[in-house]
């Protein structure tokens, strides 16, 4: 989770921050396996690039990104 979502370099160090940003960035995590992605980080930058298709995907149920 460094590598792909900069964990480390995040400036969230104080009251719920860390922990909200951990549960968002574990969804995240998780809805990219949901929807059969092999590699986690490529479905990030595909979701980073077309937000309103994740957006489309997160809405309509069927749950791919593509």
């Known amino acids: 989770r460094d590598v792909t979502f900069r964990e480390d ?3 969230a160090r104080t009251g719920n921050g860390p922990a909200v940003m ?3 960035r574990t969804t ?5 396996r949901i929807s059969g992605e092999a590699n986690i980080a490529r479905a990030t930058r595909r979701a980073n690039r ?7 995907a997160m809405t309509s149920g069927n749950g791919t990104t593509q």
């Open 22 to 24: 951990a549960t968002l």
């Open 50 to 56: 077309r937000p309103h298709d994740l957006i489309t």
């Open 9 to 11: 370099a995040h400036q």
């Open 28 to 32: 995240a995590i998780g809805f990219h």
